[in-house]
């Protein structure tokens, strides 16, 4: 992929929005899952903010 000097400013603002998007996400859904009723929604909001933790992490890569 490209590294970082070859994406254009308009590129980081937008990988910058995203990251701060799924960041929000993973607390929103790490917060969920503490305050979860059944053992199985806890287990279903984890494995959302995992998902959304892997998103942020491939994001993140793209800026290194």
Not at 5 to 8: D, G, I
Not at 13 to 17: A, E, F, L, N, V
């Given at each position: 992929?490209?590294?970082m000097?070859?994406?254009?400013e308009k590129e980081l603002?937008?990988?910058?929005?995203l990251l701060s998007d799924e960041e929000l996400l993973v607390k929103k859904f790490k917060m969920l899952a503490r305050h979860a009723e059944?053992?199985?929604l806890k287990a279903k909001?984890?494995?959302?903010?995992q998902k959304h933790q892997g998103h942020f992490n491939e994001?993140?890569?793209k800026l290194s």
């Open positions: 992929g490209k590294s000097s070859q994406l254009s603002s937008t990988i910058k929005d059944t053992e199985e909001m984890e494995d959302i903010a994001l993140y890569q």
